[in-house]
């Protein structure tokens, strides 16, 4: 029986590059994504491919759809390997002028999301005694930008969620890891109807000690091995993608 990987926001962006690569590896894909023009778009792709798996509209913020996705997991696969929590979104604004609406909406999706997710893919994970989860944090969750509240607290909750998890989780086997991207372009990575051409400056580049922006494939193979056998030892931990980036001291000229 094929191993089951199921992801969040996994239509666009660094979650299609999540999606592709573990089907390049054999898993059977579960894709949930509020975006169903993208959703559809990937699942042809992965057809093309010869993978297997499904798409189902979710808002990881409402835990009744949520549940419906763990229910068709359960029921068409009978038994769940991997968890990516991937959605995010940001809604940013200065500080005085954020509506709460808008900060709970952020938590909801980004932090909320995740643990219900979490919660639901681990009753399945535990019945096999075995499983990983990786939460798509941020290192926005360890610095900012000013007016980025709401996104930088859902992104350092996820690393608070991540070590709690991983304690709580590991006597069922389970493990719990965090990657956080620093800047990944996604343009391309996008559904055909807003796809665009990454244009990045010479200055973009050298900002990074490792040369270049970061590129979904980046994140992906960082959730291959995290969720791998050679990463049996690994759990609680938040693997910091960026290259480079928050390590390089920057003084103003």
């Not at 299609?16 to 975006?35: N, Q, R, W």
């Not at 709460?100 to 893919?121: K, M, P, T, Y």
């Not at 890891?177 to 400056?201: C, F, L, M, Y």
């Not at 590129?215 to 050679?230: F, M, N, R, S």
Request: with cysteine.
């Amino acid at each position: 029986m094929s191993k089951v990987a199921a992801v969040t926001g996994g239509a666009q962006g660094i979650g299609k590059a999540v999606s592709l690569a573990y089907a390049e590896a054999g898993y059977e894909i579960c894709i949930a994504d509020t975006d169903r023009e993208a959703g559809s778009e990937l699942m042809q792709e992965l057809g093309q491919r010869g993978a297997k798996g499904f798409f189902l509209p979710v808002d990881v913020s409402d835990e009744q759809q949520v549940e419906r996705w763990f229910k068709l997991i359960r029921t068409d696969l009978g038994r769940l390997d991997v968890l990516i929590n991937n959605a995010g979104i940001a809604r940013n604004a200065p500080m005085l002028e954020l509506p709460l609406a808008s900060f709970d909406e952020v938590i909801g999706v980004n932090l909320r999301g995740a643990f219900v997710c979490s919660q639901q893919a681990a009753r399945l994970m535990k019945a096999r005694g075995a499983g990983a989860i990786v939460h798509i944090a941020s290192t926005r969750g360890l610095m900012s930008e000013a007016h980025t509240e709401a996104y930088a607290a859902s992104k350092g909750g996820l690393l608070a969620l991540t070590h709690a998890m991983a304690v709580s989780l590991g006597p069922l086997g389970i493990r719990v890891n965090a990657v956080s991207p620093g800047w990944i372009e996604t343009g391309d990575w996008q559904k055909s109807s807003a796809r665009t051409q990454p244009v990045h400056t010479e200055r973009d580049r050298l900002q990074h000690p490792a040369g270049r922006v970061g590129t979904p494939q980046d994140i992906a193979a960082a959730c291959l091995y995290l969720t791998g056998e050679q990463s049996g030892f690994i759990t609680g931990q938040n693997l910091i993608i960026d290259g480079g980036m928050t390590i390089k001291m920057i003084y103003e000229e």
